[in-house]
């Protein structure tokens, strides 16, 4: 079988990256593919939208630097969170320049990420040395990296050639590089003659995905968690408004219900897709 058809439980028992394994065991243990972004400004709505969705979720997405009260606590708060609530943390970075540079921008500045985000991602535009970086602060921590191998905008760059070579610097980086944020499956993508896939197994985290929109006016597209997880194949959907909707949360009833639905439909689509 193909990791299109093997169990979350099963994956985990076989991944080398800890971070991953982590990830995998998460999603088994909690039955929930679920990982809300949680794009809100002030550490207030971000800590209340992550304690009321905490209990659906396996993986909270952060954009640290959109919150304008930042200070260190707000990490202290969302670590605590992720121990009561039992789930992992990305940090959605975008890491995009030179190795040396964003080993620093990973280890140090105001956010540290490295310090507390169990996975993060970069483009992969610089070429390998990006991931040599990265890996020299994140792979002693135990930390995964996912590289953008597509995006969900209208009109991205990343496809054809480019997301080919993007899965090919994955394959040759297995010990930190877990997977994609992509919209399908990438297992045997750019595979050159006399290349096998092997036992290869990356993560496929994908953003894009709302249940009552297709867009958002400013180039984001949306497809539903059954198209996701089980018509392209990815592991965990990535839903930031459509759970915490046009007022920051404001309204913690109305979040924890987009929660449970998201959860649902996409554990839902998972349980048929290992049926397949
Ligand atoms: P929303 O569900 O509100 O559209 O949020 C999507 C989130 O996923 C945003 O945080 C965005 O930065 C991120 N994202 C995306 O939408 N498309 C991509 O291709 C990659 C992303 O990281």
């Known amino acids: 079988a193909t990791s299109f058809t093997q169990t979350y439980a099963s994956r985990a028992e076989k991944h080398a990256n800890q971070a991953a394994r982590a990830l995998l065991e998460t999603i088994e243990r909690k039955r929930s ?41 707000v990490i202290e708060r969302l670590q605590e969170l992720s121990t009561k609530h039992d789930f992992q943390i990305f940090e959605d970075r975008k890491f995009a320049d030179i190795g040396n540079t964003v080993a620093l921008q990973y280890s140090s500045g105001v956010h540290k990420i490295a310090h507390w985000s169990h996975l993060t991602n970069a483009h992969p535009v610089p070429g390998p040395s990006i991931i040599t970086g990265l890996a020299s602060v994140g792979l002693p921590l135990g930390r995964g990296l996912l590289l953008l191998a597509e995006m969900s905008t209208k009109g991205s760059l990343a496809t054809g050639a480019y997301t080919e070579e993007a899965v090919r610097m994955a394959r040759a980086s297995p010990d930190f590089v877990i997977g994609f944020i992509a919209q399908r499956r990438m297992d045997g993508v750019g595979l050159r003659e006399g290349e ?13 995905v709302g249940l009552d929109t297709k867009g958002d006016g400013m180039g984001q597209q949306y ?19 459509g759970i915490y909707g046009k007022d920051n ?23 048929e897709r290992i049926a397949a």
């Not at 709505?45 to 909270?60: E, K, N, Q, T």
């Not at 096998?196 to 894009?208: H, K, N, Q, V, Y």
């Not at 949360?249 to 689509?269: C, F, I, L, S, T």
């Open 33 to 73: 593919n679920l990982c809300v972004s949680v794009d809100v400004t002030k550490q207030a709505d971000f800590l209340r939208i992550i304690d009321v969705v905490g209990p659906y979720i396996c993986l909270v997405k952060t954009h640290v630097d959109v919150i304008e009260d930042f200070d260190y606590s």
């Open 196 to 208: 096998s896939a092997g036992d290869e197994d990356f993560l496929i985290l994908t953003p894009g």
């Open 223 to 241: 497809r539903t968690p059954r198209q996701v997880v089980l018509e392209s194949g990815c592991d965990v959907i990535i839903v930031g408004r």
């Open 249 to 271: 949360g404001a309204n913690p009833d109305a979040v924890r219900a987009q929660a449970e639905r998201y959860r649902e439909e996409g554990w839902k689509a998972y349980q």
